[in-house]
């Protein structure tokens, strides 16, 4: 069964850091690309970030590039979200995704997990 | 960058009633569209990909259509448990672009 457990998310102010993780398991994490999407409280869906399994490729959403870096630790089935220069507008709950096809960034997603908050807020 | 836009924003139909919600990308996207259907505090769950073939275990009475820049979700007898939000999303290249969303109720 697959598993996506997200952790990280929290309180943090304007301008502060996080590091979100995605403890993935029941599948051979490595063989597919993760991606990260954000949901801001009664809004809608946002692509954040993917990167390949392969790899290691990662694209990222014009509103995070530069503030934002996606990795992955294959050895720990783990996926990564440093979260830097945090502004009210990051204000969401994150979810890591997993691509539904092998080897392809070019995918939709076929699991998601619950997500963790993150506030952004003085 | 492309953009999706999904039409209507919301609407309320009957049980039992034929709903369709569009979805349209600002270029073309060949056919890399998935639906997402997100329940009330739920994850979102997906639907369709390839524009038009149904993920194992949906209904049947979900069915996708289109390719290029129109794509349409239809659901052929709405269901009291189809309550939710159904969102469009392009896939083939990043960034992998969801559209808004459409909200469905019963009537």
């Known amino acids: 069964e697959v598993q996506l457990l997200e952790s990280g998310g929290g309180l943090v102010q304007p301008g502060g850091s996080l590091r979100l993780s995605c403890a993935a398991s029941?599948?051979?994490?490595?063989?597919?690309?993760m991606n990260w999407v954000r949901q801001a409280p009664g809004r809608g869906l946002e692509w954040v970030s993917g990167?390949?399994?392969?790899?290691?490729?990662?694209y990222y959403a014009d509103s995070v590039k530069g503030r934002f870096t996606i990795s992955r630790d294959n050895s720990k089935n783990t996926l990564y979200l440093q979260l830097n220069s945090l502004r009210a507008e990051d204000t969401a709950v994150y979810h890591c995704a997993k691509a539904s096809f092998f080897l392809t960034m070019a995918s939709p997603f076929d699991f998601w997990g619950q997500g963790t908050l993150v506030t952004v807020s003085s | 960058d492309i953009h999706m836009t999904q039409s209507p924003s919301s609407l309320s139909a009957s049980v039992g009633d034929r709903v369709t919600i569009t979805c349209r990308a600002s270029?073309?996207?060949?056919?890399?569209l998935a639906w997402y259907q997100q329940k009330p505090g739920k994850v979102p769950k997906l639907l369709i990909y390839a524009a038009s073939t149904l993920q194992s275990g949906v209904p049947s009475r979900f069915s996708g259509s289109g390719s290029g820049t129109d794509f349409t979700l239809t659901i052929s007898s709405l269901q009291s448990e189809d309550v939710a939000t159904y969102y469009c999303?392009?896939?083939?290249?990043?960034?992998?672009?969801f559209g808004q969303g459409t909200k469905v109720e019963i009537k």
């Open positions: 029941g599948f051979t994490f490595n063989n597919y690309g």
């Open positions: 999303q392009k896939y083939n290249n990043a960034p992998r672009t």
């Open positions: 270029q073309g996207i060949n056919n890399y």
């Open positions: 990167i390949s399994g392969s790899d290691g490729s990662t």
